[in-house]
């Protein structure tokens, strides 16, 4: 054990140990490297069966692999295995992967930075659960300016324009050899390089000081910290801290505008940048320099720090820590009372977080009892909590399904508070919350227009395939110009169109309007009209559990068999990822292939595919799943909409009586022009012990029609022909006739 001091080449060395019966003798190899980048401290806390837990470590500029433990490693159970690693690449990525569709349970990869005086900065904490959709990639870049690194230094003065480039008549200085200053004053600033801003979002500052602080980045005030007021040399510090540590606040690299300030300001620039920090203390005899600071560059993905803290509930079931375990088996909940509930969350060592956006998940086993509601705040110490966002009116449409909230906010906050989850029915009191989280997003983002097919038609009292708009990260409060049908509503944090529509509308066009968080409004314009899918059409519908790679898979719906037909549609790029989402078509009777795509190659993740499913999805007709292989790799389904019979739709023939019915009443020839007809769900009831029922239908082409898949719903006993054959008895004995009565009751909803 030990720290190396100086480099050296691998040199072995021979081992010997004394035993109570002689000496027993081994080898080793040693050597020692110099890091030229930056050493970064890797954790698995391993449970079970680590073997077939994996990850990664990528250069984001080319996806070199930079270190992997891949599946099958021999790293052994039930302990934390830890590993040293010098990066030397700016930007490097971490991605969390496994041969089943979830880690162990506490099963984690953490990744520090380590700092002196044996200091660790947590910069990841990720686990594999795709069951409750983590995010399993992580994005990152090595310091820009790393722990005892020069900066320059003025002390006991505050000059004018202190915090801009200049440096003349700076004294200059690392961590540990800075003077006293003359008073309570000591000022810091150092440049940094930024050679593409359009790889960055915002910065991490982790600063080591004991009172208060004020950080500029290039000439503007980005963060203070136990300092009120105009800097002037008078100022003191209103806060002290115990122990002598680096504190973390994350920052923006543009400021949000809000309404109390319409123009942004840009904190980062491409180039040279200077950060100048203002330390202050509580009076002039605290004069010592204990001053570090490191600076790392946020790239453009949303991240999300919410791993070290404290966590407090009031009203709700279940550790406030549930919410952001990363684990599908812990959640948050309330069964029992629609009173008061919060849950506060107190970051760690008073880390500042920046957040712009919210992200809340329902529970991954049921859409029932889902949130729709809850309020947001943030605070510092005992500061009075800061309203950062009310929440009203939440839909979800599958299990699972994560719904992002963004707000205008400009602080960073060390406490977060989440008060009155609710269903939103006060007759119904129980909620579920799968995931919580809080991220700080790009501010540099150049956010397109959003945009939805132009021209949309929906089926009556069928379920809706969500319109999900494209191009919709970075918007909120999306509204409508006039009210959709009713059944189907715009969700006015997502603008995801659901619902199930109860009356037919001619299409008519809306004008969906929402606003950038960077700022500016966008509006799309649609054509929406709800209808039957029936006279020759059936309605198929697509079930997708899509992975956490969207951009790399795709699908086309051909018509015929096989995928040299005509495309009828199709997309480039799945809209949403580690999610449920479904496609409604509605389509001639015949023969189509749907073809799945994914183009690098490694097939879709472990528990992903899609299914086909007819009947409201009561029906599954074919699953899919995609194995790897030569990119790109390709899975196909033929499948017909050729549907003889609908449900709610069909017309049927049907014979109530107790007088003998033809024994032909079952051949293609019968003539049952008398009897009456009805839909299924108003077909009477009868004192008769058999009801009759018939529907004749032609097909062409009977090769193209294997299988016939019936799906019925019964109360009794069931005898079913095809052409004059008896092809199924269900709950009846062997032998029976028109007075033969069921085995047992069947319940008539399934």
């Not at 079970?48 to 052994?76: C, K, M, W």
């Not at 017909?640 to 014979?655: A, G, L, N, R």
Request: hydrophobic share 35%; glycine share 8%.
């Amino acid at each position: 054990s030990g720290i190396g001091t100086v480099t050296q080449a691998m040199t072995s060395y021979t081992v010997t140990a004394t035993m109570s019966d002689g000496t027993a003798t081994g080898t080793i190899s040693i050597g020692i490297n110099e890091c030229t980048g930056t050493v970064y401290k890797l954790v698995r806390s391993y449970r079970i069966q680590p073997q077939s837990e994996a990850f990664r470590i990528r250069n984001t500029a080319n996806d070199d692999i930079l270190y992997e433990v891949a599946v099958g490693h021999s790293h052994p159970a039930k302990q934390d295995w830890i590993h040293y690693i010098c990066i030397t690449v700016d930007r490097f990525d971490i991605t969390v992967y496994g041969e089943g569709t979830v880690w162990s349970s506490s099963s984690f990869l953490y990744l520090y930075a380590l700092l002196p005086d044996n200091e660790e900065e947590m910069l990841v904490k990720m686990r594999f659960d795709e069951v409750q959709g983590n995010d399993h990639e992580y994005f990152l870049r090595r310091y820009s300016i790393d722990h005892s690194q020069q900066w320059y230094y003025k002390m006991g003065d505050l000059p004018a324009n202190w915090y801009n480039s200049e440096t003349s008549n700076w004294g200059q200085a690392a961590r540990g050899n800075f003077p006293e200053s003359d008073n309570q004053i000591q000022l810091y600033k150092k440049s940094f390089s930024i050679s593409a801003l359009s790889e960055v979002a915002g910065l991490v500052l982790s600063l080591r000081y004991k009172y208060g602080c004020v950080v500029y980045l290039n000439g503007h005030e980005a963060w203070r910290n136990g300092v009120n007021g105009e800097l002037t040399t008078s100022s003191t510090a209103e806060n002290a801290y115990q122990d002598l540590k680096y504190h973390i606040v994350t920052l923006p690299g543009r400021s949000v505008i809000t309404s109390s300030s319409e123009t942004p300001i840009y904190y980062l620039q491409q180039g040279t940048n200077t950060i100048a920090i203002a330390l202050l203390a509580i009076s002039n005899s605290q004069k010592t320099s204990y001053f570090d600071a490191m600076v790392r560059l946020v790239t453009t993905h949303s991240h999300a720090h919410i791993w070290e803290f404290t966590a407090t509930t009031t009203g709700i079931s279940g550790a406030g820590s549930n919410a952001f375990d990363m684990e599908y088996t812990s959640i948050l909940k309330n069964d029992y009372t629609a009173g008061p509930n919060s849950l506060i969350v107190t970051l760690n060592n008073d880390r500042r977080e920046w957040v712009s956006s919210v992200q809340i998940q329902n529970y991954y086993y049921s859409n029932s009892a889902n949130p729709v509601q809850f309020v947001l705040y943030g605070r510092n110490g005992e500061d009075e909590w800061t309203l950062l966002k009310e929440v009203t009116g939440l839909t979800y449409s599958t299990p699972g399904q994560r719904r992002r909230i963004y707000f205008p906010n400009n602080t960073p906050y060390n406490q977060f508070k989440f008060e009155n989850f609710g269903s939103g029915d006060s007759s119904a009191c129980s909620w579920r919350v799968q995931s919580l989280d809080l991220f700080a997003d790009n501010m540099f983002m150049d956010i397109p227009n959003f945009s939805y097919d132009s021209s949309v038609t929906v089926y009556k009292d069928i379920e809706m395939s969500e319109m999900i708009p494209e191009n919709a990260e970075g918007y909120m409060n999306f509204r409508i110009s006039s009210p959709l049908p009713n059944g189907v509503v715009l969700d006015p944090y997502t603008g995801w169109i659901s619902g199930t529509a109860t009356t037919e509308s001619p299409a008519t066009t809306y004008t969906i309007t929402a606003t950038k968080i960077t700022g500016g409004d966008a509006s799309a314009t649609i054509s929406f009209g709800v209808t039957i899918c029936t006279g020759g059409r059936s309605l198929m519908t697509i079930r997708f559990r899509a992975d956490n790679y969207p951009s790399e898979n795709s699908w086309k719906l051909y018509e015929g068999r096989g995928t040299s037909g005509t495309v009828l549609d199709s997309i480039s790029s799945f809209p949403v990822q580690n999610a449920f989402y479904y496609i409604d078509f509605c389509l001639n009777d015949g023969i189509y292939t749907f073809e799945g795509k994914d183009t690098y190659g490694d097939g879709w993740s472990v528990g992903t595919g899609y299914t086909l499913t007819v009947d409201l999805g009561e029906m599954e007709l074919d699953i899919m799943e995609m194995n790897s292989g030569t990119k790109p790799v390709y899975v196909s389904t033929v499948f017909s909409t050729y549907f003889p019979f609908q449900i709610e739709y069909t017309d049927w023939k049907v014979y109530q009586s107790t007088d003998e019915v033809s024994s032909e009443w079952n051949s293609v020839s019968f003539d049952d022009s008398t009897w009456n007809t009805y839909k299924a769900a108003n077909i009477p009831a009868t004192s008769a012990i058999t009801t009759y029922i018939r529907k004749s239908f032609s097909i062409s082409g009977v090769s193209d029609y294997q299988v016939m898949n019936v799906r019925v719903k019964y109360a009794g006993g069931v005898a079913a022909y095809l052409n004059g054959n008896l092809v199924a008895r269900l709950n009846l004995e062997e032998d029976f006739d028109s007075l033969t009565l069921s085995i047992t009751d069947h319940d008539a909803t399934v």
